[in-house]
T-cell receptor, first 117, second 111 residues
Framework: GAVVSQHPSWVICKSGTSVKIECRSLDFQATTMFWYRQFPKQSLMLMATSNEGSKATYEQGVEKDKFLINHASLTLSTLTVTSAHPEDSSFYIC?????????????FGPGTRLTVT | SQQGEEDPQALSIQEGENATMNCSYKTSINNLQWYRQNSGRGLVHLILIRSNEREKHSGRLRVTLDTSKKSSSLLITASRAADTASYFCASPQGGSEKLVFGKGTKLTVNP
């Protein structure tokens, strides 16, 4: 149980275009999902918390108009990188909270590698 | 904000040896979680240890937690080449569900 999928696994796009990344909890419902960004050989940086039925909460320094998050259902959150630029190239990972005895364990998707040319 | 700091940053061992990674954090936590990440892949949840637990086992993994020292360790026994990966500790930030990750330890197990 507790499987999270991401689609696509990789994408190449041209500067100025928008890219949508999907994150799905396959066998459980997730009221809260998270979006991270990871640069090569670095740790994960939390971008935003995605809440089902409400607006996402963005971390300091993350442009909410650039990274649009929609948590339309209990099993799906999407991240749209708008007007992408080469500096947006990165590995994007989502996760979903899975209840575990009064607390939560986060389960991660396999990641999406975005390359903007 | 609290942050897990793993050490060592990199560890290279031979197959069959044990690998120990340490994690320190700054503020009180409810639980601490360890994850593994293979190169270019997502994170795999390994184990969660609660603040009232001192030790937890899962297969070849042994995690300890010392809340007085604000530290945790992950021990992988009888390592295998397939254990080669980066290992991260993470703990919830304050009372929220957000996890704060350490910088990770890159483990290389040589066959």
């Amino acid at each position: 149980g507790a499987v999270v999928s991401q689609h696509p696994s990789w994408v190449i796009c041209k500067s100025g275009t928008s890219v949508k990344i999907e994150c799905r909890s396959l066998d459980f419902q997730a009221t809260t999902m998270f979006w991270y960004r990871q640069f090569p050989k670095q740790s994960l940086m939390l971008m935003a918390t995605s809440n089902e039925g409400s607006k996402a909460t963005y971390e300091q320094g993350v442009e909410k108009d650039k990274f649009l998050i929609n948590h339309a259902s209990l099993t799906l959150s999407t991240l749209t990188v708008t007007s992408a630029h080469p500096e947006d190239s990165s590995f994007y990972i989502c996760s979903a909270n899975f209840p575990a005895g009064g607390t939560y364990e986060q389960y991660f998707g396999p990641g999406t590698r975005l390359t903007v040319t | 904000s609290q942050q897990g700091e793993e050490d060592p940053q990199a560890l290279s061992i031979q197959e069959g040896e044990n690998a120990t990674m340490n994690c320190s954090y700054k503020t009180s936590i409810n639980n601490l979680q360890w994850y593994r990440q293979n190169s270019g892949r997502g994170l795999v949840h390994l184990i969660l240890i609660r603040s009232n637990e001192r030790e937890k086992h899962s297969g070849r993994l042994r995690v300890t937690l010392d809340t007085s020292k604000k530290s945790s360790s992950l021990l992988i026994t009888a390592s295998r080449a397939a254990d080669t990966a980066s290992y991260f500790c993470a703990s919830p930030q304050g009372g929220s569900e957000k996890l704060v990750f350490g910088k990770g330890t890159k483990l290389t197990v040589n066959p």
